[in-house]
């Protein structure tokens, strides 16, 4: 069975850092594009950002919110994914989870993040 486990969160001031890690099982991780999404208090789902298969800088991809402050990368001999989040604001709080769709229909359960003002 899919089993993704996300850890790392916290409660952090702004401008602050936190690296996400989301360990993955019960499925071809190497070969799998792999997103992370978070969700904020009252809000749906919202897509972070997508790393291909292979990952790396050249495929990577991020919305406009986190872009330049945000890091998706992968260890495919570990099949673990992670989420360097920099220069955090207090709009950044939410539920952050891994998801091998990017609209998150299956994702683990998911690792809070708040950021204080």
């Known amino acids: 069975a899919v089993n993704l486990v996300e850890s790392g969160g916290g409660l952090v001031q702004a401008g602050g850092s936190l690296k996400l890690s989301c360990a993955a099982s019960?499925?071809?991780?190497?070969?799998?594009?792999m997103h992370w999404v978070r969700q904020s208090p009252g809000k749906g789902l919202e897509w972070v950002a997508t790393?291909?298969?292979?990952?790396?800088?050249?495929?990577?991809y991020y919305q406009d919110a986190v872009k330049g402050r945000f890091t998706i990368s992968r260890d495919n001999a570990k099949s673990t994914m992670y989420l360097q989040l920099s220069s955090l604001k207090t709009e950044d709080t939410a539920m952050y989870y891994c998801?091998?769709?990017?609209?998150?229909?299956?994702r683990g359960q998911g690792t809070q993040v708040t950021v204080s003002s």
């Open positions: 998801s091998r769709q990017r609209d998150g229909r299956v």
């Open positions: 019960g499925f071809m991780f190497s070969a799998t594009y």
């Open positions: 790393i291909s298969p292979g990952g790396g800088a050249g495929n990577t």
